[in-house]
């Protein structure tokens, strides 16, 4: 079975500095989809960034960019310029070949940024 | 693009009694649409997954028959939690997701308060 994990609950980063944050995966597909998504206060579920396994290249977003790494089963997203209003729970998730549509989340990361 | 609303954003009932979330799909079509339970400081838990036209597709451990999800139309899921109970209690989300895409995109919640 497939399983998601972020090892670090929470993290701090000083305002316009540069924070990464982990997520490693299992999966015996080699064909499927990894997010990372943003839930701030409001509890409203952002989408921050996607990547396609099948694609070598890291996504980037502006100042979120990701460091993919398939064969570690390893997907960080590193936040750089980080602004107060990056302050969230961030959650890695995996979704599996075309044609499934579940998500397995990891249980997330806490992200402080400090003025 | 990819709005989900959802509605009510809060509700308080009375144990014993249902209440009805909605979930819509503002600007594309929603193929699949998923109902999840956050828990306090933890990750989404998927509930069910339900498709147009179709009957929803309940994880392990959920009761069916207390958790009423319709899916009518490509635009509309209904969460029916029936005969509310305190323990009912939570934040509710939703997501959908469009025809040929890899990326669920999340409604703002409703909290429901069950005394």
């Known amino acids: 079975a497939q399983t998601v994990t972020q090892s670090q609950p929470e993290m701090s980063v000083q305002e316009a500095e540069t924070v990464t944050l982990s997520c490693t995966y299992d999966?015996?597909?080699?064909?499927?989809?990894l997010f990372w998504y943003k839930q701030p206060p409001s509890r409203q579920m952002i989408l921050v960034i996607r990547?396609?396994?099948?694609?070598?290249q890291n996504a980037t977003e502006n100042r979120f960019s990701v460091n993919f790494q398939k064969a570690a089963k390893s997907f960080s997203l590193k936040i750089s310029d980080s602004q107060l209003g990056d302050a969230a729970m961030y959650f890695c998730a995996y979704r599996g070949p075309p044609g499934t549509y579940k998500y397995i989340f990891g249980t997330g990361t806490r992200l402080k940024v400090l003025a | 693009g990819a709005v989900v609303s959802q509605h009510p954003s809060r509700v308080i009932c009375k144990s014993g009694t249902s209440v009805k979330i909605e979930c819509r799909s503002l600007?594309?079509?929603?193929?699949?649409m998923f109902w999840y339970r956050q828990f306090p400081k933890k990750s989404l838990m998927l509930m069910a997954t339900?498709?147009?036209?179709?009957?929803?597709?309940?994880e392990q451990g959920v009761e069916k028959d207390k958790f009423l999800i319709n899916h009518a139309s490509l635009t509309l899921s209904t969460l029916t939690v029936t005969s509310a109970h305190p323990e009912d209690s939570s934040f509710y989300i939703c997501?959908?997701?469009?025809?040929?895409?890899?990326?669920?995109?999340f409604g703002p919640g409703t909290r429901l308060l069950v005394l």
């Open positions: 990547q396609e396994a099948y694609k070598q």
């Open positions: 999966t015996s597909e080699s064909d499927y989809y």
């Open positions: 339900s498709n147009e036209g179709s009957k929803a597709t309940y």
């Open positions: 997501s959908a997701i469009g025809r040929g895409s890899e990326t669920q995109y």
């Open positions: 600007d594309f079509q929603a193929t699949t």
